[in-house]
């Protein structure tokens, strides 16, 4: 049979699965790269409205000590001096009024000399040793600096969902100016020190965090989503094309079955109708002769007795060929298999007995069906003499304590009837048991292997099925079902 279509269709459908694998790769490469682009654009936009609010703050709060305490201080005392407690207590105040809702942790300013000249953490009140770059380049340029920092990172806070107070911080440094000249002559905007603020930006960094969740979260599900619906898919397909694969290299193994017994079967009807007139006369005077030599005691008689065993052989093995050559149309008319089953039995109860089998019988009269009597006999003859030649052949070590059996159960529902027929033989090998219905194929020295393909035939155009099987404690089991409505 020629597998190049099948080969052709197994390569499309792998170029199918590249491409689609492909697909879902890069769709999903895609979703990653967006829920990135997205959560970090987010991130970014919130950290950025973050700055803005704390720039904001230390403008305000520079506004607000340069107007409630560095004038009044200059005007009441002539200079700033924060170790008088006077002075210490009114800046506190002013501060402490500013930034008491905008979770500020800490706050200090820096003088020139780069001191702590006031904290919320009274204890760092005239150290030195704690300005960073940013620090140093506010007093010097001016320029304003802000910072975020986090305790875990940005893959440990998308995996913290429980973060502790003060997780991520948002640290300002921002140069401490004065708003107007405060002596003539004196430049606006004189920097007077550093303010560097602490604040506590954990909650609303979260949401930040919980926006990346969700969008990671849905481009993942969209991705399983597409892989699973993908998955299902290609197993489908892949099921559909193996299914058809074997229904067309089936198909195509049927008709060039088909095509050869149509050709075999011409030749071989031909062929065995003239053979089976000269066969008979062969053989109906083979058996007058045997006859006659029996009776005086010819020494030929063996002879005879061979020529005629065989004709009969040969008639039945040409008789085998034209029925199924030539298979005949079923009459229709009501057949009780019971009585069918009687008649085979009847015929084979003296072989049964000869060899030992025992017979089960568990069928009753009244199991009716519609078709032709004599081709249904010839259907169960053939199943149970194969039954007992094949318990018969058996090697005498395998034959069952209590001796061969065979059990024959006849059942009716309301699909139709059941025909059961086991043995206590070696039963189908299991190789063999898919090809035993086959034309030609037999494991017989002497056979035709024809018997199960005239059967298969038989039953189909009585619109029943021939299931063969092995029984669960060993044996043959062959089933005929019988279906209410025949063809």
């Not at 039953?459 to 099987?469: C, F, G, K, P, V």
């Amino acid at each position: 049979m020629d597998k190049k279509p099948a080969k052709d269709v197994e390569q499309s459908l792998g170029l199918v699965k590249f491409i689609s694998w492909s697909s879902l790769a890069f769709i999903l490469l895609i979703n990653l790269f967006l829920s990135i682009f997205l959560s970090n654009y987010g991130r970014q936009e919130v950290l950025s409205k973050q700055k803005e609010f704390a720039r904001l703050l230390a403008e305000n709060l520079n506004h607000q000590i340069y107007q409630r305490f560095t004038l009044p201080t200059v005007l009441g005392f002539g200079r700033v001096e924060l170790q008088q407690p006077a002075q210490y207590e009114q800046l506190e105040k002013v501060i402490t009024s500013t930034i008491h809702s905008f979770h500020v942790m800490d706050l200090r300013i820096y003088d020139f000399d780069k001191r702590i000249s006031f904290a919320t953490e009274k204890d760092l009140i005239g150290q030195t040793g704690y300005t960073g770059e940013a620090v140093v380049e506010a007093l010097d340029n001016g320029k304003s600096d802000f910072q975020v920092l986090s305790r875990t990172g940005a893959l440990g806070g998308i995996l913290d969902f429980t973060p502790q107070p003060g997780a991520v911080i948002l640290r300002t440094i921002y140069p401490l100016r004065t708003e107007r000249p405060m002596s003539s002559g004196a430049p606006a905007g004189v920097i007077m020190g550093v303010l560097e603020i602490t604040q506590d930006i954990t909650e609303d960094y979260q949401k930040v965090v919980n926006f990346q969740r969700i969008i990671i979260l849905s481009a993942v599900a969209s991705s399983l989503a597409l892989y699973v619906a993908l998955a299902v898919i290609m197993r489908r397909a892949g099921r559909i094309n193996a299914q058809r694969i074997q229904e067309r290299e089936a198909l195509e193994r049927e008709l060039q079955q088909q095509e050869k017994l149509a050709g075999m079967g011409r030749v071989v009807a031909g062929i065995a109708h003239e053979i089976r007139n000269p066969l008979g006369i062969i053989r109906s005077s083979a058996e007058l002769l045997l006859k006659k030599a029996e009776k005086t005691g010819d020494p030929t008689s063996r002879i005879l007795a061979a020529i005629f065993e065989e004709s009969k052989r040969l008639s039945k093995t040409v008789g085998d060929f034209l029925d199924y050559a030539r298979p005949k149309t079923p009459r229709q008319e009501d057949v009780d298999l019971a009585l069918i089953l009687d008649q085979v039995l009847a015929f084979l109860e003296s072989k049964c007995e000869e060899h030992g089998v025992a017979v089960v019988r568990d069928y009753a009269k009244g199991a009716i069906i519609r078709g032709d009597k004599d081709l249904l006999y010839r259907a169960v003859y053939n199943i149970v003499g194969n039954a007992l030649d094949a318990m018969v052949m058996a090697p005498a070590q395998s034959v069952p304590p209590g001796g061969h059996r065979l059990e024959i159960r006849l059942t009716a529902d309301s699909n139709g009837v059941l025909l059961a027929i086991a043995d206590t033989g070696p039963g189908f090998d299991p190789g063999h048991k898919d090809k035993a219905p086959d034309p030609f194929f037999t494991t017989k020295d002497t056979g035709t292997g024809l018997g199960l393909a005239i059967v298969k035939n038989i039953l189909e155009s009585h619109n029943a099925t021939l299931t063969l099987d092995n029984a669960e404690d060993g044996g043959a089991k062959v089933e005929m079902r019988f279906l209410k409505k025949a063809c």
